[in-house]
DNA sequence: TATGAAAGGTTGAACCC
DNA sequence: GGGTTCAACCTTTCATA
């Protein structure tokens, strides 16, 4: 199946798993869709097998378990390397998570959670060691997330 | 519970449930700690009750869905405000994440997957109206995701 | 590709320590 | 707070069209 092969059923799977990835059974979308459970659950196979689904996961505020330090680290990443230095920064201790900005001079984001400020201090000189350019670090208050709503648009194919 | 009540079974759940919150089972945890699954269960239960754990998200590769304009919006709201136009913003249709960073100038980071350039443009406007000053776009290649590594340091307490 | 049925695993609730 | 039991639910696998 290819790239633009995701229909409606398909959809609405992905909006369902994104509001609740976990208490959503393959029968509850199934009975809003009126098809079969067992149709649900070959598509969500097939969305992952295709990569359209990367995964599932529990979202944690980590403000209320206890960790505050919660830091954008802002780098720089010449742009040949720049996947390659993100899949790298993703498996150091503390990182969350990894955006890839495809312009300008701060293209890599990286999302750590530290400890302590000495935590946060080795956090950026392994990333530095790796061979991105940190130039900046903010603090993060907050992050929310939402289903895309395009995934529950009953129209356009 | 208080903040820092959160002992060693709650931080391997709440790696576990980071990793894959869909096909984890309480009894899959339950066994590699050594403790029933009823009382995973009944951890998990307290943790989502206690704000820790805020929800369950498939992850989604909005590029291989067929959705390549993925974008952060950069905006800058009044101190004050900014945490009430975070909330706003994450229901314009549109809009996946919302990132509020504690100083400095553009400190609010939204994150949207668009159908086209006209809706780009669309959700730029609603957030405007909402007021926020929209400062600057960036297109995202990707993001990526990993469980915090500090839950999972069989350690410190 | 969608469906249905049987087998096995998972959960939730009530109850006990 | 942790553990046990059991009924209800969900998923997996296989057969069928």
Redesign the interface.
């Known amino acids: 199946m290819t790239?633009?092969g995701?229909d409606e059923l398909d959809r609405q799977i992905?909006f369902a798993?994104?509001?609740?990835?976990?208490?959503t059974s393959s029968r509850d979308i199934a009975e809003r869709m009126d098809v079969s459970p067992s149709t649900v659950r070959k598509r969500i196979d097939r969305l992952e097998d295709?990569?359209?689904?990367?995964?599932?996961?529990?979202?944690?505020?980590?403000d209320?378990?206890?960790?505050q330090l919660q830091v954008?680290i802002s780098c720089s990443a010449p742009v040949p390397e720049?996947?390659a230095l993100?899949?790298a920064a993703?498996?150091v201790?503390?990182?969350?998570?990894?955006?890839?900005?495809?312009?300008?001079e701060e293209n890599v984001q990286v999302r750590v959670?530290a400890?302590d400020n000495d935590d946060l201090t080795r956090i950026a000189g392994e990333l530095s060691e790796l061979g991105l350019s940190v130039s900046g670090e903010?603090?993060?208050?907050?992050?929310?997330?939402?289903?895309?709503?395009?995934f529950d648009e009953r129209s356009e194919e």
Chains 1, 2 share one sequence.
């Open positions: 790239l633009q995701i992905l798993l994104q509001r609740d990835g976990r208490e295709q990569g359209v689904i990367t995964g599932y996961r529990a979202e944690v505020d980590f209320r378990a206890g960790y954008q720049r996947e993100a899949d993703l498996e201790d503390g990182v969350v998570s990894v955006r890839e900005i495809a312009s300008g959670v400890t903010l603090l993060i208050r907050r992050e929310t997330f939402t289903p895309w709503a395009g």
